[in-house]
């Protein structure tokens, strides 16, 4: 629990409680952190650099705070918060995986932070408020896993997003596993194989013959599928197998978004995530695909990432201005005292 307010040396109180917001992006490749008061100043933020376990409960809320607890502390101390009166946490996989999440997870952060205020979102959701704010449109999340979700600010739909095993198609594990097939097919001698692939897969797993043991057992195997996605895009200048692979990643990526785009008005179209870092090997191919499946929607640059998403509903929330549409598998809030519609 944070203190209501600082006291002075002979035990008053010099000034009230300086309220903040807490926000998580939980990603398939670890969590980022940051707590910020609501006056607009910077937030403080930092990172672990591992994923929340997922069981058979779906996403573990235990884990996540273990996980969140001490760098939250340690956040609002250098942010200068004294007490979280708002969270949001932003999670991969939140929407098929997050009933326990739901279940527990409101009364947890207010039991060790003194939360009052819990919003708990789909990661598809807190990169649209990220990327787009309180506009209509469609935003594609691209890292380790991919979703697309769009809304007309009435209610969301979403395509995708359903794991590395499942779909997420074109993501970043997506393109990884695709490298690592083409590099194995090479190793073999199939048609369709990469020797470019086969050398960067040696050199970061080692023998080919090992690299199912290396992979199938991980808790963390999307990210793990995830690291090879560079290499693929580092190949493709010189090899039209790595080549094809983001161009048919491209096209799924643009498939999702289009399903979820709103077919009337001028809506807006952003990319977010940390799979655009791949750069133009990919985007050159993105950039065609959207134009090519979405004609009538304006693309733009995103406002900001995910984690940016969560301190924007953060504060929405505190100020009771929210706008974005509640939904119970995509965005679910306790304890707000009013919202806009």
Same mark, same amino acid.
């Given at each position: 629990?944070?203190?209501?307010?600082?006291?002075?040396?002979?035990?008053?109180?010099?000034?009230?409680?300086?309220?903040?917001?807490?926000?998580?992006?939980?990603?398939?490749? %670890?969590?980022?952190?940051?707590?910020?008061?609501?006056? #607009?100043?910077?937030?403080?933020?930092?990172?672990?650099?591992? /994923?929340?376990?997922?069981?058979?409960?779906?996403?573990?809320?235990?884990?996540?705070?273990?996980?969140?607890?001490?760098? &939250?502390?340690?956040? &609002?101390?250098?942010?200068?918060?004294?007490?979280?009166?708002?969270?949001?946490?932003?999670?991969?996989?939140?929407?098929?995986? #997050?009933?326990?999440?739901?279940?527990?997870?409101?009364?947890?952060?207010?039991?060790?932070?003194?939360?009052?205020?819990? %919003?708990?979102?789909?990661?598809?959701?807190?990169?649209?408020?990220? @990327?787009?704010? /309180?506009?209509?449109?469609?935003?594609?999340?691209?890292?380790?896993?991919?979703?697309?979700?769009?809304?007309?600010?009435?209610?969301?739909?979403?395509?995708?997003?359903? #794991?590395?095993?499942?779909?997420?198609?074109?993501?970043?594990?997506?393109?990884?596993?695709?490298?690592?097939?083409?590099?194995?097919?090479?190793?073999?001698?199939?048609?369709?194989?990469?020797?470019? $692939?086969?050398?960067? &897969?040696?050199?970061?797993?080692?023998?080919?013959?090992?690299?199912? #043991?290396?992979?199938?057992?991980?808790?963390?195997? @999307?990210?793990? $599928?995830?690291?090879?996605?560079?290499?693929?895009?580092?190949?493709?200048?010189?090899?039209?197998?790595?080549?094809?692979?983001?161009?048919?990643?491209?096209?799924?990526?643009?498939?999702?978004?289009?399903?979820?785009?709103?077919?009337?008005?001028? /809506?807006?179209?952003?990319?977010?995530?940390?799979?655009?870092? $791949? %750069?133009?090997?990919?985007?050159?191919?993105?950039?065609?695909?959207?134009?090519?499946?979405? /004609?009538?929607?304006?693309?733009?640059?995103?406002?900001?990432?995910?984690?940016?998403?969560?301190?924007?509903?953060?504060?929405?929330?505190?100020?009771?201005? @929210?706008?974005?549409?509640?939904?119970?598998? $995509?965005?679910?809030?306790?304890? @707000?005292?009013?919202?806009?519609?």
């Amino acid at each position: 629990m944070f203190p209501a307010g600082r006291e002075s040396s002979e035990g008053g109180t010099v000034r009230p409680a300086f309220p903040g917001f807490l926000a998580v992006d939980s990603g398939g490749s %670890g969590l980022r952190v940051a707590v910020g008061a609501f006056d #607009g100043a910077p937030p403080a933020e930092g990172k672990v650099g591992h /994923p929340v376990r997922t069981g058979e409960r779906g996403i573990d809320p235990a884990h996540l705070l273990d996980l969140v607890l001490p760098l &939250a502390r340690a956040l &609002a101390a250098e942010a200068g918060v004294d007490e979280l009166t708002t969270a949001v946490i932003g999670a991969a996989g939140f929407a098929t995986l #997050g009933a326990a999440l739901r279940a527990e997870l409101p009364d947890a952060l207010a039991g060790t932070l003194g939360v009052r205020t819990v %919003g708990l979102a789909a990661d598809a959701v807190t990169a649209y408020i990220g @990327a787009l704010g /309180p506009r209509p449109g469609a935003v594609l999340a691209a890292g380790t896993g991919l979703i697309a979700i769009g809304t007309d600010l009435t209610g969301w739909r979403r395509a995708d997003g359903w #794991g590395h095993l499942l779909g997420d198609c074109g993501g970043g594990a997506w393109i990884g596993r695709a490298g690592l097939e083409a590099a194995l097919r090479a190793y073999d001698g199939r048609a369709g194989g990469s020797a470019p $692939l086969l050398e960067r &897969a040696r050199e970061r797993f080692g023998p080919p013959p090992e690299l199912p #043991g290396l992979v199938y057992p991980r808790p963390d195997r @999307a990210a793990v $599928l995830a690291s090879f996605a560079p290499e693929v895009a580092a190949c493709a200048p010189r090899d039209p197998v790595s080549t094809g692979i983001l161009r048919t990643a491209a096209q799924h990526m643009a498939e999702a978004v289009t399903a979820v785009c709103p077919a009337s008005g001028a /809506p807006e179209v952003a990319c977010t995530g940390g799979l655009l870092k $791949l %750069g133009e090997p990919l985007l050159s191919f993105l950039q065609e695909e959207l134009a090519r499946q979405l /004609p009538h929607a304006r693309p733009t640059s995103a406002q900001g990432d995910p984690l940016h998403g969560c301190a924007r509903l953060a504060s929405a929330l505190a100020a009771g201005d @929210a706008v974005w549409p509640e939904d119970p598998r $995509l965005l679910c809030v306790t304890g @707000a005292r009013k919202r806009a519609t």
